[in-house]
């Protein structure tokens, strides 16, 4: 099973930018499909984007970050960050890491095998 160790939460104010970042270890993260997934208090966990080097390199990413935040990684530094600009009262969540060894992209946490304990973003108006 691949560790995943997330970082870089903190609070910001509206509009500002943020990167977080999730060191795997454990395995190496070429192969593997890497997301990641928000909880706000009082609703189910959600997924946010998905990045993948099974093949090609994809991404993916929900509406609600499409346009405003970027998942990324580093094979060499096995980490991947997701950095996140123009952000949102709303986007305030506990953010997770997560990674599927199956390797194709998904927005089904189910589909995850691994997860980091999370960090904290948050953003006031």
């Known amino acids: 099973q691949v560790r995943l160790e997330e970082s870089g939460g903190r609070v910001v104010r509206t509009g500002e930018s943020m990167r977080l970042s999730c060191v795997a270890s454990?395995?190496?993260?070429?192969?593997?499909?890497m997301g990641w997934f928000r909880h706000h208090p009082g609703s189910e966990r959600e997924f946010v984007a998905a990045?993948?080097?099974?093949?090609?390199?994809?991404?993916y990413y929900s509406d609600s970050v499409k346009g405003r935040f970027t998942i990324s990684g580093d094979i060499a530094k096995n980490t991947v960050y997701l950095q996140m600009t123009s952000l949102k009262p709303e986007d305030t969540a506990v953010y997770y890491c997560?990674?599927?060894?199956?390797?194709?992209?998904?927005?089904?946490?189910?589909?995850?095998?691994?997860w980091g304990q999370g960090t904290q973003v948050t953003v006031s108006s």
């Open positions: 990045v993948t080097w099974s093949d090609a390199t994809a991404e």
């Open positions: 454990g395995r190496t993260i070429h192969g593997l499909a």
């Open positions: 997560s990674a599927r060894t199956e390797g194709r992209l998904s927005m089904d946490e189910g589909a995850y095998d691994s």
